[in-house]
């Protein structure tokens, strides 16, 4: 029987989120495989077996259990944020030899940064949001901020796959303290113009039978926008599918798919567009979208009446062909 490791907690502040998600893939896992999870932190990483927790060896991907070693056969990376959303985990399993269910660094770095990631789509022809890229949060104008973007904007850590530190400023007096916010979560910040449309985000997969787009799901936050208290606790509405009509869906749901070959993603990813004048704008991609019971994804899977032990079957058929 294989082990599947599946990494997550990592170094954000997401690492609780990154928990629950790994729990609900163990859970649903398809049968046939020894899956533990490998809780990852700046103190330690460590394994969650039967038998309670050990520490893991990273050189060798291994734990120790009654006495015997153990390698994992199998990985999966689903840490939101560093060091897994960013490659890191990816590369190190690379040299090790261990196969993964994830896409790889190159991708996954470039994802996760949203300034690289956006203009790299940008170059493709892809529309996304005006943007301005800082890398010393002591080097920025506001004033020039204000006349390049206009107001609001969106103020993020560009290097960051958590959802916090991320502000809405709709004023110049705004601007500042939602720059340093910003800093404490990421070494650089992206600041992009305001783009006013419906929110709606598309979950796409490679399966045995080729790339297949979930159906989408329209955010309708409480909040000024999709932020931490959206997103998890409960300040938005999720509505899948979307109230958009099917000819929008379906350009999007393309669209998606394009990013997804574009960016060469594996496994599961989460594409995130704002929807302005019928035209769908690249908010972000996410190549470990939440996957907690809560999660969008498992309520995409439930709307096309698949199952999560299919699903990830179903990727794993890729992964053993």
Not at 133 to 159: C, H, Q, R, W
Not at 221 to 242: C, H, M, R, V, W
Not at 289 to 317: H, R, Y
Request: one cysteine or more; charged letters at 20%; hydrophobic letters at 40%.
């Amino acid at each position: 029987m294989k082990t599947v490791g599946i990494f997550c907690g990592g170094f954000s502040s997401e690492f609780e989120i990154s928990i629950k998600s790994a729990q609900t893939i163990q859970d649903h896992f398809p049968p046939g495989y020894a899956v533990v999870k490998i809780i990852v932190s700046k103190q330690g990483w460590e394994v969650e077996t039967q038998d309670g927790i050990t520490p893991f060896d990273i050189q060798q991907m291994s734990y120790n259990v009654n006495k015997l070693d153990k390698k994992i056969d199998l990985g999966i990376v689903y840490i939101h944020g560093d060091p897994g959303e960013n490659g890191k985990i990816q590369a190190l399993l690379d040299m090790q030899g261990i196969p993964y269910l994830n896409s790889g660094p190159l991708a996954s770095a470039l994802s996760f940064d949203k300034w690289f990631c956006n203009q790299f789509l940008k170059s493709f022809g892809i529309p996304v949001a005006k943007s301005l890229l800082f890398t010393n949060e002591n080097e920025y104008s506001i004033v020039n901020i204000e006349a390049e973007l206009g107001l609001p904007v969106f103020v993020k850590p560009a290097d960051s796959g958590s959802s916090f530190g991320i502000s809405k400023a709709k004023t110049i007096e705004e601007i500042e303290p939602a720059m340093k916010a910003a800093f404490k979560e990421g070494k650089t910040v992206v600041v992009e113009s305001f783009l006013n449309g419906t929110e709606v985000t598309c979950g796409v997969y490679r399966g045995i039978n080729g790339v297949f787009a979930l159906p989408l799901t329209e955010i309708a936050s409480d909040n000024e926008f999709f932020d931490y208290e959206a997103k998890y606790l409960g300040k938005s509405q999720e509505i899948t599918p979307a109230r958009i009509s099917d000819e929008l869906k379906e350009k999007i749901q393309i669209q998606a798919k394009y990013i997804y070959d574009l960016l060469q993603l594996r496994s599961i990813s989460r594409i995130d567009f704002m929807v302005v004048d019928n035209i769908p704008h690249v908010i972000e991609v996410n190549t470990t979208p939440g996957f907690s019971p809560a999660s969008i994804v498992p309520q995409m899977l439930a709307c096309a009446g698949i199952s999560v032990t299919n699903f990830w079957k179903d990727i794993l058929e890729v992964e053993n062909r």
